[in-house]
């Protein structure tokens, strides 16, 4: 004997170790040849031998005869290995299922109980629709097995069956009830198993079961039945709202008296996703429930050292937000806290909750302990992990400081011990921005410090996935198509922080100016404003740039930021970003150009010809770029710009000696050329943008007088007309009517809803006067003196030095010393108080104060003290409910497609779409359309001839029998097929009397098949093989008969 | 349902893979290894549930609660193994790691001192004790003298040859040099809490 057992193999993997690659292909090799040896024990240890291998990832499909020969063994050893091997390896297209049949029968017959349980275990992995069909009458037998051992078995086994052949259900369903009141506790257990399952399919069908399962949550004493029986509640209670009165005394006592952790959970669980919760929302009872609940998954969160309670306590709390958000509120103490927390899993799910409980009076202090967290390192590690790193290489600017400091961060992190997972950081950033964008903004207390945290979380933003060419380096279109798909098709992280900041200042004007100065941070520093590796958080750009485009005017600087977007080194950026510069470049350009009050003095004259000649060039420099976009937009622009720098060359400037050749010449007034101020700024103007929902087009209200049944009326061609044209030229319109739509139309188009924010120093206020009592939040309430713990020095330092101009001319405002020395917030020392700490002084005089300043030209001028008015999307509203009704249209079907192509995406999941709404009732009307509808059958028989061509194609051959594909999605689809396939060889069977057989075996067919569902045609090849399946088929169809009566007495008694 | 059960080593090495539904070799092994690069950078202080892994993770946001999908994925850590079980949501986690638990210390007494070489051993007696537990993906008895003496019982009805008993595995005879793993006992008992009170 040469052959290698197991424990051979398993040995000789761990020697050869480094190349045990070889050894494995050299075993399989030797495997192949062993399994088909005549000696049951050699082909047996090869199987063995590959069931191992496949662990490891070799495929054993290949042996899958061999399997089943082995299965057949004789001896119990052999018969094992064989059924694991069918257990790992087999799959429903395995052909040698087909074979398996009687094998299984005869197994399922043992009177071992452990070749009965390797059957039925067996069989639970590898079952077809055909196994189904043809063992069901087996395992509803073996389910009254006078060994429990085995009846447990059975019954778990059966929802298997289900979800290959769900008729078995009908047939089933009476015996599977009886295994409720078995006499064991496993089974019982089992059987609430498998109701379990089938409820959440079809809740509806269980209903009759609630007073017996009821009566099992109240005396069971298993643990692990009960969490089965109240998830099983919990799918009922929304059919059967009367269940949730009778539900809650047990569930509750359980709360109240369980030791057992997982029960608790379970039951809290139970009664938020039951609907429960929910039901009872607005009753005493329900509020008790609910404040018991919150209680206890409080102490969940505040046990000690158990990680796995926190866990689910935040899961639980995440659901009940949206019923009971204020109980949940009340907790946010513990919940903030786990936001901190250092395990990562748990941070992420507190912080899924807390965006969902965020209000105005949190929010500030959630994003800052965000914030904080992405900070990498303190202050003064970091300057020791800079030290380091210059000692060890950098010989970089020193003089740039602080600056340099914080850009560096990344790279201190990666060295230091605190490292956050680049998703992770991801992940809060944008979670940052879902929390305080909801709800347009309605948690939104002070608009600039967002900006000032948008900005600052740019630098956080962790690497692109993508590093291809490094830091800096463009990549390619198709690089960033790669790069979104690798990043599941999600926006990058920067862009969004762009987006917000173009919707904060598009949305709300009176911040548009801080807002636009942000975005000329972020473009004219771009190279010290973003992490310094990884190119992250670059795509904010993309915002930044369209931003400081079209709200020029309110540019810090114009001239320094056409400058930066000037600069040869941004061609290299991401192809869109660079073309959104091309886009801001004549923005800005005409803003500085277009201003014909200015004078065309020679000085101008020459610093407009130098800025052209540079957009020139630089746009010369992009009109031969490879990525489309650009080179179209850069070569459209060029030709703009040639033809402006010709006109400026030919308008000869005020006081100019050259042309006029008179030194005292100034009697002629030149204008700037005509092209600078008014081709170019024409290209610009239009209306204000204004956010506009996604769904706004289809809202545009149909005039009350007008009655779109009826003919034309000319005021609709008035309206359409006068959308294209800009409203100031209507006026000889003379019908009254039309004016007044007009009217109604233009405040619906150009007036923004107006959302009104309640000011942030009423908010403040409020904060302030129960700050007394709440003594927890001391260490991280205080609002606003904590931002230097999260911002960095040069945001923090910007924003004070605003805030102090903003409040010169405030006659109550405590000015800040110049000789103060401020240095740091200081609460509780001596005598520097950080005045930004008090704001209670400013907010007093809230409205009264703004009106005053409003006029005024920089600064402080348009504050967002006051009422801040955010624009809503336009057209938002109203038919929520359809589109809530697409919404999940969309989502039903995108699940039929899942459940259609199966294993592709969704690796593990079961495909029970056959169970999905399958009713224990054989539907009535059917029984009578059989009845009645010989004739109809007899049709439809014909019409199925005629698709069996068609049907023909799509049928695969295997072996003996044929395994029959069916296309569209017909949710009984497998035992269609399996009824077409006895019926063709019983009808040739039958010989002459085919027609009359036919048409009464149809009707059965009808019997079981829901009203309105397409047949589906198959069959084929059916009349060669008709001789050869003769006898089997035979044998079945008395079965399926005896099966189906019983299926109907089932059903009936059921009914009644 | 439990969708599968996973068994590896500190090194990723898979020590059984068991999953009820049926999926390719391939795919097993990408998840594997997914689910491993996961678990492997868990400080030992984190908790036992794990995010789902990028093969698991779903394109769209549908609801989770009316699919079979796997929601869960549950591990626990004993000396050199990890045990993972993935479950869709109608299985309690915390449920789920006390059936870890409970298939352990089967195994320990299956095994007296189970390790990490008794299971690459004996691959076969491990498959079974699962089966006991779980069948198709169903939890089917949780008591562990039940399980034990019925694996037990069913090794008796088996002539199998002596090397292949759990009893006589030659284990100090196995060629464990160059191994990371010594046989470590796993040393577990009393030291996790359990969330299933009736398990004793």
Known sequence: MFEKSL????RGLRAHKGNEKAYIAQSLQECRTEAKSNDMDIKCAAILKLIYLE?????????????LEVMSSQKFVQKRVGYLAAVQSFRLDTDVLMLATNLLKKDLSSPNQFELSLAINGLSHIVSPSLARDLTPDLIAKMNHSNPYIRKKAVLVMYKIFLQFPEALRTSFPRLRERLEDNDETVISATVNVICELARKNPKNYLPLAPQLFKLLTTSKNNWMTIKIIKLFASLTPLEPRLVKKLVPPISNIIKTTPAMSLLYECINGLISGGLLTYLADTPDGEDLATLCVNKLRGFLVVEGDSNLKYVALLALTKLTKTHGYLVAAEKDVILECIDDEDVSIRLRALELVVGMVDVEILQQVVGRLLRQLKPVSQQELEEEERREREREYEEDEEDGEEELTTKAPEGRKAGAVSL???????????????????????MPDFEWYIDVLVQLVRYCPGESTKGGGAGQGLDDEDFEEAFMAGGGKVDVGEEIGRELRNVAVRVKTVRRPATEAAELLVGRSSTMFPASGGGGRRVLLAAAWLVGEFAEHLRNPNETIDSLLQTSNASLPPDVVATYVQTIPKVYSYLTSNDSIAWTPQRKSVVTLLTNRVVEFLESLSSSPHLEVQERAVGFLEIFRLAKEAIAEQPANGAVYKDGDEEGLQDEYDPPLILTQAIPSLFHGFELNPVAPRAQRKVPVPDNLDLDAAINPQLAFLLSSADYDAGTVEDVDFAGAKAADEEFEKFYYQKPVVIVETAAQRIDRAAATAGNHTTEKNHGSYQSGEDTYLDPDIVARRKAERRERN?????????????????????????????SIPIMKLELGDGGVDLVKGSVRGGAAVPRVKVEIAGDEGEGEDDGEEKAVATAGGVGSMRRKGKKGRGRDILNVDSSNLVGFSLEEPEEDLLAQEEDVAKAKKEVEKLRGEMARAAERVRVASTQQTIEVAPTVSQQPTEVAKKKKKKPVKDDDGGDGETKKVKKKKKKDGTTTAGEPLVAVGGAGEEEAEETKPVVKKKKKKRRSSIAEAGGG???DAR | MINAVLVFNNNGQPRLSKFYSQIDVNLQQRLLSEIFTLVANRPPSACNFLPLPPLLQKTSSEALSDTDQPTRIIYRHYATLYFIIIADDLESELGLLDLIQVFVECLDRIFENVCELDLIFNFETLHQVLAEMI???????VDRATIVESVKKAAKVTKRPQAMLPDTTPRAGSPSSGRSTPPVSMGHRGSFTSYVLSLG
Not at chain 1, 7 to 10: A, E, F, G, K, Q
Not at chain 1, 55 to 67: D, K, L, N, Q, T
Request: glycine share 12%; proline share 5%.
């Open chain 1, 421 to 443: 997972p680049d998703d992770y950081k991801d992940g809060v950033i944008r979670r940052i921005l879902e929390m305080c964008s909801k709800d347009t903004y309605a948690n």
């Open chain 1, 55 to 67: 662990m490891f990832g070799y495929s054993m499909s290949w042996a899958s005869f061999h399997v």
């Open chain 1, 808 to 836: 010169k001319d405030d006659p109550f405002y405590i000015g800040s010393n110049a000789t103060s020395g401020r240095t740091s917030p200081n609460p509780l020392g001596g005598e520097h108080f950080d005045i930004d």
């Open chain 2, 135 to 141: 069948q198709g993906g169903g939890v089917v008895e």
């Open chain 1, 1051 to 1053: 059903a009936g008694e």
């Open chain 1, 7 to 10: 424990y051979d193999l398993i």
